[in-house]
């Protein structure tokens, strides 16, 4: 299944993030993929918002991970894992952060450069690709469920494709 949008501007990315999100539950993976600057930390900060975090969203390109607080639908918390994986430079400096607490735990994985996963790379999660556009602040961003079902699958890819 997949879902493709253009948006215009980094709050219509965050915007679109927001709507994607509403389906999203504990033990999803988001993996994201697109050059330098084509929206990948908007997208997080969208789907972060989604779940009330509170605390400013960055890129954690030099730390690899940050943690964030936010409340699934039902109000109870949870954990929202931001990784950057653009300097990593081994899998093993994945395997020392824990990553299998992250990809298999009760919280939420969005992960930046996911493409260099490798077979550590979850086969059940979200493949996001962000690209730009053809006007300055215009993105093109592609969806698609990689593995199977994840229970209910998020309005945002059982709507119709649109370009």
Known sequence: MIRQTVTHSEEDTRSFARSFAA?????????????????KTQFVKGVCDAFGVREHVTSPTFVILNRYGGNAADGSEILLYHLDLYRVKSLEEIYDIGFE????GT???LVEWAELL???????RYDV???LGERENE???EIQLAG???GSTPSVLS???RA
């Open 23 to 39: 389906g999203l539950r504990r033990g999803d993976v988001v993996a994201l993929s697109g050059e330098l600057g084509a929206g």
């Open 101 to 104: 607490e992250f990809f298999y």
């Open 107 to 109: 919280g939420i994985a």
């Open 118 to 124: 490798g077979e550590l790379l979850p086969q059940r």
């Open 129 to 131: 690709r962000l690209s």
């Open 139 to 141: 993105r093109k961003i």
């Open 148 to 150: 199977g079902q994840h």
């Open 159 to 161: 709507e119709k494709a």
